[in-house]
Protein backbone atom coordinates (compact mmCIF):
# COMPACT_ATOMS: atom_id res chain seq x y z
CA UNK A 1 0.00 0.00 0.00
CA UNK A 2 1.00 3.49 -0.22
CA UNK A 3 -0.33 7.57 -0.22
CA UNK A 4 -1.73 8.74 -3.23
CA UNK A 5 1.02 11.25 -3.59
CA UNK A 6 4.56 10.40 -1.89
CA UNK A 7 5.14 8.92 1.34
CA UNK A 8 8.30 8.77 3.47
CA UNK A 9 10.28 5.53 3.03
CA UNK A 10 9.85 4.83 6.50
CA UNK A 11 5.89 3.63 5.23
CA UNK A 12 7.47 2.55 2.08
CA UNK A 13 9.46 -0.21 4.21
CA UNK A 14 6.66 -0.55 6.61
CA UNK A 15 4.40 -1.37 3.52
CA UNK A 16 6.85 -3.71 2.35
CA UNK A 17 6.99 -5.35 6.00
CA UNK A 18 3.04 -6.17 5.45
CA UNK A 19 3.48 -7.42 2.51
CA UNK A 20 5.78 -9.97 3.72
CA UNK A 21 4.02 -10.93 6.70
CA UNK A 22 0.77 -11.25 4.39
CA UNK A 23 2.71 -13.80 2.39
CA UNK A 24 3.52 -15.73 5.52
CA UNK A 25 0.11 -15.56 7.03
CA UNK A 26 -1.48 -17.44 3.79
CA UNK A 27 1.37 -19.53 2.98
CA UNK A 28 -0.45 -22.80 4.10
CA UNK A 29 -4.40 -20.70 4.00
CA UNK A 30 -6.96 -22.37 1.37
CA UNK A 31 -7.86 -19.92 -0.77
CA UNK A 32 -10.03 -19.93 -3.96
CA UNK A 33 -9.82 -19.50 -7.32
CA UNK A 34 -8.24 -16.71 -9.05
CA UNK A 35 -10.66 -13.88 -9.79
CA UNK A 36 -10.56 -10.81 -12.15
CA UNK A 37 -12.08 -7.61 -11.79
CA UNK A 38 -12.80 -5.00 -14.85
CA UNK A 39 -13.02 -1.39 -13.49
CA UNK A 40 -16.02 -0.74 -10.70
CA UNK A 41 -16.39 1.78 -8.40
CA UNK A 42 -16.81 -0.72 -5.43
CA UNK A 43 -14.87 -3.91 -5.38
CA UNK A 44 -16.54 -5.83 -2.68
CA UNK A 45 -20.32 -4.65 -3.87
CA UNK A 46 -21.85 -7.77 -3.74
CA UNK A 47 -19.63 -10.15 -1.88
CA UNK A 48 -19.88 -12.08 0.95
CA UNK A 49 -18.96 -10.30 4.62
CA UNK A 50 -16.30 -13.23 4.88
CA UNK A 51 -14.35 -12.74 2.03
CA UNK A 52 -11.14 -11.07 2.03
CA UNK A 53 -9.14 -10.32 -1.57
CA UNK A 54 -5.32 -10.61 -2.19
CA UNK A 55 -4.10 -8.50 -5.31
CA UNK A 56 -2.05 -10.76 -7.76
CA UNK A 57 -2.12 -7.81 -10.33
CA UNK A 58 -3.20 -4.24 -10.34
CA UNK A 59 -3.81 -1.90 -8.52
CA UNK A 60 -7.18 -0.59 -5.89
CA UNK A 61 -7.87 3.09 -4.59
CA UNK A 62 -9.33 3.45 -1.04
CA UNK A 63 -11.62 6.12 -1.06
CA UNK A 64 -13.76 8.28 1.82
CA UNK A 65 -16.22 10.50 0.12
CA UNK A 66 -14.87 10.55 -2.69
CA UNK A 67 -11.47 11.48 -1.79
CA UNK A 68 -8.43 8.97 -2.49
CA UNK A 69 -6.64 7.63 0.53
CA UNK A 70 -4.39 4.98 -0.07
CA UNK A 71 -3.60 2.63 -2.86
CA UNK A 72 -3.03 -0.64 -2.40
CA UNK A 73 -1.25 -2.87 -4.68
CA UNK A 74 0.09 -6.77 -5.42
CA UNK A 75 0.01 -8.68 -2.21
CA UNK A 76 -2.39 -6.56 0.03
CA UNK A 77 -5.20 -7.57 1.66
CA UNK A 78 -8.18 -6.52 1.03
CA UNK A 79 -11.55 -6.16 3.11
CA UNK A 80 -10.26 -6.78 7.00
CA UNK A 81 -12.29 -3.87 8.65
CA UNK A 82 -14.87 -5.03 6.50
CA UNK A 83 -15.17 -8.72 7.27
CA UNK A 84 -14.92 -7.51 10.95
CA UNK A 85 -18.12 -4.97 10.57
CA UNK A 86 -15.84 -2.22 10.88
CA UNK A 87 -16.07 0.99 9.10
CA UNK A 88 -14.60 1.39 5.80
CA UNK A 89 -14.59 3.53 2.84
CA UNK A 90 -14.85 2.01 -0.98
CA UNK A 91 -12.59 0.22 -2.35
CA UNK A 92 -12.38 1.67 -6.01
CA UNK A 93 -10.75 -0.49 -9.28
CA UNK A 94 -10.25 1.63 -11.71
CA UNK A 95 -8.42 -0.96 -13.91
CA UNK A 96 -8.74 -4.44 -14.19
CA UNK A 97 -7.07 -5.95 -11.76
CA UNK A 98 -6.84 -9.45 -10.00
CA UNK A 99 -7.53 -11.29 -6.72
CA UNK A 100 -6.81 -14.34 -5.03
CA UNK A 101 -10.49 -14.90 -2.19
CA UNK A 102 -9.58 -16.08 1.13
CA UNK A 103 -12.40 -16.36 3.57
CA UNK A 104 -11.92 -14.44 6.75
CA UNK A 105 -12.79 -17.85 8.75
CA UNK A 106 -10.15 -20.29 7.18
CA UNK A 107 -7.32 -17.42 7.78
CA UNK A 108 -8.72 -17.11 11.58
CA UNK A 109 -8.64 -20.86 11.79
CA UNK A 110 -4.72 -21.22 10.20
CA UNK A 111 -3.75 -18.36 12.52
CA UNK A 112 -5.11 -20.16 15.92
CA UNK A 113 -3.74 -23.38 14.72
CA UNK A 114 -0.07 -22.15 14.92
CA UNK A 115 1.48 -19.90 18.01
CA UNK A 116 3.85 -18.88 15.47
CA UNK A 117 1.43 -17.87 12.97
CA UNK A 118 -0.04 -16.13 16.15
CA UNK A 119 3.16 -13.88 16.30
CA UNK A 120 3.52 -13.04 12.66
CA UNK A 121 -0.58 -11.96 12.90
CA UNK A 122 0.00 -9.71 15.78
CA UNK A 123 3.24 -8.37 13.89
CA UNK A 124 1.05 -7.58 10.66
CA UNK A 125 -1.78 -5.66 12.84
CA UNK A 126 0.53 -4.02 14.78
CA UNK A 127 2.30 -2.41 11.54
CA UNK A 128 -0.90 -2.20 10.08
CA UNK A 129 -1.67 0.31 13.07
CA UNK A 130 1.07 2.36 12.80
CA UNK A 131 1.21 2.50 9.26
CA UNK A 132 -2.46 4.15 9.59
CA UNK A 133 -1.43 6.35 12.36
CA UNK A 134 1.65 7.72 10.44
CA UNK A 135 -0.34 8.45 7.54
CA UNK A 136 -3.00 10.19 9.57
CA UNK A 137 0.06 12.22 11.13
CA UNK A 138 0.89 13.08 7.92
CA UNK A 139 -2.57 14.28 6.82
CA UNK A 140 -3.13 16.51 10.13
CA UNK A 141 0.34 17.92 9.40
CA UNK A 142 -0.41 18.52 6.06
CA UNK A 143 -3.78 20.13 6.94
CA UNK A 144 -2.22 22.71 8.90
CA UNK A 145 0.80 23.47 7.07
CA UNK A 146 0.72 27.31 6.23
CA UNK A 147 0.88 29.31 3.34
CA UNK A 148 4.04 30.38 3.40
CA UNK A 149 6.05 32.74 0.97
CA UNK A 150 10.01 33.22 0.72
CA UNK A 151 11.40 36.83 0.18
CA UNK A 152 14.73 38.18 -0.02
CA UNK A 153 15.65 41.24 0.69
CA UNK A 154 19.35 43.49 0.76
CA UNK A 155 20.83 45.53 3.23
CA UNK A 156 18.68 48.78 4.17
CA UNK A 157 15.61 47.39 3.01
CA UNK A 158 12.67 47.30 5.26
CA UNK A 159 11.06 43.99 6.08
CA UNK A 160 8.40 45.67 8.19
CA UNK A 161 7.54 49.12 8.50
CA UNK A 162 6.48 51.34 11.79
CA UNK A 163 2.59 51.77 11.90
CA UNK A 164 1.13 49.33 9.35
CA UNK A 165 -1.20 46.34 9.93
CA UNK A 166 -0.01 43.25 10.66
CA UNK A 167 -0.76 40.86 8.15
CA UNK A 168 2.10 38.52 8.71
CA UNK A 169 4.48 36.57 11.43
CA UNK A 170 8.03 36.55 9.73
CA UNK A 171 10.86 33.80 10.47
CA UNK A 172 14.53 35.61 9.64
CA UNK A 173 16.06 32.17 7.70
CA UNK A 174 19.22 34.36 6.59
CA UNK A 175 20.97 36.74 7.85
CA UNK A 176 20.96 39.65 9.81
CA UNK A 177 18.27 42.41 10.36
CA UNK A 178 17.56 44.84 13.80
CA UNK A 179 14.47 46.57 14.96
CA UNK A 180 13.62 50.45 15.22
CA UNK A 181 11.37 52.31 16.73
CA UNK A 182 11.05 56.02 15.88
CA UNK A 183 14.44 55.94 13.98
CA UNK A 184 16.12 54.43 17.28
CA UNK A 185 17.72 51.15 16.92
CA UNK A 186 16.04 49.15 19.71
CA UNK A 187 17.19 45.25 19.18
CA UNK A 188 18.89 42.73 16.63
CA UNK A 189 17.11 40.22 15.18
CA UNK A 190 18.77 36.83 14.41
CA UNK A 191 18.78 33.40 12.25
CA UNK A 192 15.66 31.31 12.86
CA UNK A 193 13.86 34.06 14.97
CA UNK A 194 10.55 34.76 14.79
CA UNK A 195 9.26 38.45 14.67
CA UNK A 196 6.11 40.27 13.72
CA UNK A 197 4.22 38.06 16.25
CA UNK A 198 3.04 40.70 18.99
CA UNK A 199 1.19 42.78 16.73
CA UNK A 200 -0.67 40.20 15.28
CA UNK A 201 -1.94 38.74 18.85
CA UNK A 202 -2.61 42.33 20.27
CA UNK A 203 -4.38 43.35 16.75
CA UNK A 204 -2.06 46.64 16.70
CA UNK A 205 -0.28 48.67 14.25
CA UNK A 206 3.70 47.69 13.87
CA UNK A 207 5.59 49.16 17.51
CA UNK A 208 8.49 49.28 15.32
CA UNK A 209 10.63 48.56 11.97
CA UNK A 210 12.76 45.66 11.02
CA UNK A 211 15.32 46.51 8.62
CA UNK A 212 17.75 44.12 6.88
CA UNK A 213 21.33 44.94 8.26
CA UNK A 214 23.16 42.20 5.35
CA UNK A 215 21.49 40.17 2.47
CA UNK A 216 18.54 38.44 4.26
CA UNK A 217 15.92 35.38 3.25
CA UNK A 218 12.99 35.61 5.39
CA UNK A 219 10.12 33.14 5.45
CA UNK A 220 6.12 35.15 5.93
CA UNK A 221 3.17 33.53 7.13
CA UNK A 222 -0.54 34.59 7.12
CA UNK A 223 -1.65 36.23 10.38
CA UNK A 224 -4.87 33.26 10.18
CA UNK A 225 -2.41 30.53 9.45
CA UNK A 226 0.34 31.40 11.94
CA UNK A 227 -2.40 31.69 14.50
CA UNK A 228 -3.94 27.91 13.24
CA UNK A 229 -0.15 26.99 13.82
CA UNK A 230 0.50 28.26 17.37
CA UNK A 231 -2.87 26.10 18.02
CA UNK A 232 -1.92 22.34 16.91
CA UNK A 233 1.99 23.33 17.56
CA UNK A 234 2.01 24.74 20.68
CA UNK A 235 6.16 24.78 21.53
CA UNK A 236 5.98 27.86 19.02
CA UNK A 237 4.53 29.77 21.70
CA UNK A 238 7.25 29.19 24.27
CA UNK A 239 9.64 30.01 22.10
CA UNK A 240 7.68 33.16 21.77
CA UNK A 241 7.60 33.76 25.06
CA UNK A 242 11.60 32.65 25.35
CA UNK A 243 12.43 34.87 22.77
CA UNK A 244 10.21 37.75 24.29
CA UNK A 245 12.09 37.02 27.76
CA UNK A 246 15.13 37.81 26.29
CA UNK A 247 14.33 40.89 25.03
CA UNK A 248 12.85 42.15 28.26
CA UNK A 249 16.29 41.43 30.12
CA UNK A 250 17.95 43.08 27.03
CA UNK A 251 15.50 46.33 27.87
CA UNK A 252 16.55 45.93 31.46
CA UNK A 253 20.02 46.14 31.43
CA UNK A 254 19.65 48.74 28.53
CA UNK A 255 17.84 50.75 31.43
CA UNK A 256 20.41 49.66 34.44
CA UNK A 257 23.15 50.91 32.33
CA UNK A 258 21.70 54.15 31.23
Not at 30 to 56: S, W
Not at 74 to 101: C, H, I, N, T
Amino acid sequence: MHLPDSQPDHLTDLSGKLRGLTEIILQHCPVGDAIQTDACADLFDGRAEKQLLLITDGQVKLERQGKAILHFERGDLLGLSRALQLPEGKLVVEESASFVPVNRDDLMTQVNASPELQKHWAYFLICLATYYREALTLEKRAHFQPSTGFMSYGPGETIIAQGETADCVYTLLEGKAYATRDGVRVGDIHTDEVFGALAVFTRQPRNASVIAETDCSVMAVRKEDFIDLVEHQPQICISLIEEMADKINQLNQQLAAS
